[in-house]
């Protein structure tokens, strides 16, 4: 959604929206490497990533702060 219309549709409705974003982040570059799958796991080079997430509020005014 455009963040013009979504501050139109909050701004006629007078409500706020509080968006949670998942960030899932991976090893994909494993797949092009020379070496082999168990090799990379064999080490410490590549830890595991833990997901992450941000949380934001619009508001009928058309703010969006990160909470």
Do not use: W, Y
Not at 15 to 35: A, P
């Amino acid at each position: 959604m455009r963040r013009d219309a979504l501050h139109e549709m909050l701004r006629q409705t007078q409500k706020s929206m509080i968006v949670t974003v998942m960030i899932h982040r991976n090893h994909d570059g494993l797949k092009q490497s020379h070496k082999s799958f168990r090799e990379h796991h064999d080490d410490d080079t590549f830890p595991i990533l833990e997901p992450s997430f941000k949380v934001f509020l619009f508001d009928a005014n058309g703010r969006c702060e990160e909470l």
